[in-house]
């Protein structure tokens, strides 16, 4: 099992930045690739960011691409999503996640995650 635990999470005004972060714990030898997706009230899940465990080739959706940055620390227990230049529409529940790669639907399904956190808030005010 992988423990997931997010922080960092706030409100901010629009152009602003937050980073949030996720301390991975647990059997962490088993994940191939760390993920944040974020989910609005009423709205489906999305993936935002996705990166290999070894902290290489990073993919990211086009709504956040160039304003969002996703990394992993050298130790790889931290994985973290540094936003800037946040929009209103960037506001949501952020989740990490994590998948043992034993299930593949894309680099930013949610299908192909296989742990996920409790999530931390994300309000950007215009």
């Known amino acids: 099992q992988v423990q997931l635990v997010e922080s960092g999470g706030g409100s901010v005004q629009a152009g602003g930045s937050l980073r949030l972060s996720c301390i991975a714990s647990?059997?962490?030898?088993?994940?191939?690739?760390m993920a944040w997706f974020r989910q609005a009230p009423g709205k489906e899940r999305e993936g935002v960011a996705r990166?290999?465990?070894?902290?290489?080739?990073?993919v990211y959706a086009d709504s956040v691409k160039g304003r969002f940055t996703i990394s992993l620390d050298n130790a790889k227990t931290t994985v973290y999503l540094q936003m800037d230049k946040l929009k209103p529409e960037d506001a949501a529940m952020y989740y990490c996640?994590?998948?043992?790669?034993?299930?593949?639907?894309?680099?930013?399904?949610?299908?192909?995650?296989?742990?996920w956190g409790q999530g931390t808030q994300v309000t950007v005010s215009s």
């Open positions: 996640a994590a998948s043992r790669g034993s299930l593949w639907d894309g680099d930013l399904s949610p299908r192909t995650y296989d742990y």
């Open positions: 647990g059997n962490t030898n088993s994940i191939i690739y």
């Open positions: 990166l290999y465990y070894t902290g290489r080739n990073p």
